[in-house]
């Protein structure tokens, strides 16, 4: 692994396992990098190893999550490779938290919302999605994604405000829910015969099995995207463009689209536009939803202008063994005090970069061929 400083151009560290690098997972305090059977967790101000969590169980995929709340440095991995256990680790205090008994078959997929507060999972079969408190580890939601036939999950993301989450999977369908608990405090129902057969409905609900009720318990999607492709890898983000909601869907075909979302009323979403990000210079935009001038062609094109940020090469730059005294410390004013958002007033992703790159922007970039070295940007 090796670890650049972004804005420099210069080598922070670079580290090697005993064994193959399956993901990275990154905030303002912390670095992690997960193994097959270890977890090895870095300050991220001088990338001293702080702690190894050795004999973790088998995770082939790699699969964890961490906190970008650096005040919350919660990490989740997981706890068990037969049942849906969820390890929860406090970066800071470098002690295990809790662990969570989430779902009876293995997990595919883990996610903490913008503040640490609150994680997400989902298993292998993909049909159930719940969300817990952190530290905790109590139940707070939990959303059927569907009932037919079981699912690999592909991305599972909070938004900013953690009002909504988003599920997506190998099929076409994303699935958006919303959370909020409903209350008892509603006004009485006129005495009707279809609100006499609910309330019975409901109380039989307490006399059947606890699988069963619990299932009819279970919230379904509140808003939900039907994509033209099905079986391809896709990642989805909820982000809040020009003060509106907007759901982002990239596929492993080199597209990214961008639809519209009704934070009242839900329902199907609608398209605005669809990128190519591979360079083929081709976008479509629905126009009667879109509010912005048009974009430059491609997402490929606009990365590869020239960067008007001047490399500083010769910039001294960590190294493993000598760590911060054989190289310059990173300043404590370069590190923020919450996460890092998109301005949404002047950004509508992709976007043109039209001044410098800020301090501390965080970019992973992995080397897949000829070898399989991954580098961090700090």
Request: aromatic share 8%; proline share 7%; with cysteine.
């Given at each position: 692994?090796?670890?650049?400083h ?57 699969l ?14 997981p ?42 999972s ?85 006399y ?39 759901l ?31 360079g ?30 001047p490399?500083?090469?010769t ?20 590190f ?9 007033e ?17 970019v ?15």
């Amino acid at each position: 692994m090796n670890v650049y400083h972004f804005k420099k151009g210069t080598e922070i560290c670079n580290y090697s396992y005993s064994s193959k690098i399956l993901s990275i997972r990154l905030n303002r305090q912390r670095l992690v990098v997960c193994l097959e059977e270890s977890i090895y967790i870095h300050n991220i101000k001088d990338m001293k190893l702080l702690k190894t969590i050795m004999d973790t169980p088998p995770n082939t995929t790699g699969l964890c999550a961490l906190s970008i709340n650096h005040a919350n440095s919660y990490l989740a991995y997981p706890g068990s490779a037969t049942s849906g256990e969820i390890a929860l680790y406090d970066g800071n205090t470098l002690k295990t938290a809790c662990t969570i008994p989430a779902h009876d078959g293995p997990l595919a997929a883990l996610a903490f919302n913008s503040t640490g507060s609150k994680l997400a999972s989902a298993s292998e079969k993909g049909t159930v999605i719940r969300v817990f408190s952190i530290p905790g580890g109590q139940k707070l939601y939990e959303f059927r994604r569907g009932m037919k036939r079981y699912v690999n999950i592909s991305s599972l993301v909070f938004s900013m405000d953690s009002q909504f989450l988003c599920a997506s999977s190998n099929t076409e369908t994303v699935h958006i829910f919303k959370l909020e608990h409903l209350t008892d405090s509603r006004p009485e129902e006129p005495p009707t015969w279809s609100g006499y057969m609910g309330k019975m409905f409901q109380a039989a609900t307490n006399y059947l099995p606890a699988q069963v009720s619990g299932m009819m318990n279970q919230d379904r999607a509140f808003a939900t995207v039907r994509l033209n492709i099905s079986g391809q890898r896709n990642i989805c983000a909820l982000s809040t463009i020009q003060k509106l909601p907007r759901l982002l869907v990239t596929t492993s075909d080199g597209h990214l689209y961008i639809y519209n979302l009704d934070p009242q009323d839900g329902g199907e979403c609608v398209l605005i536009k669809k990128h190519s990000l591979l360079g083929s210079g081709k976008m479509e935009e629905n126009t009667e939803n879109d509010l912005r001038p048009p974009l430059p062609q491609s997402y490929a094109a606009t990365v590869a202008r020239q960067s008007t940020v001047p490399s500083t090469s010769t910039m001294p730059g960590y190294s493993e063994d000598g760590g911060a005294l054989r190289g310059e410390v990173i300043p404590e004013h370069e590190f923020a005090t919450g996460p890092v958002c998109l301005d949404d007033e002047n950004e509508f992703p992709p976007c043109a970069t039209k001044r410098p790159l800020k301090t501390s922007k965080l970019v992973t970039k992995w080397n897949i061929h000829p070898q399989p070295t991954p580098r961090v940007w700090l």
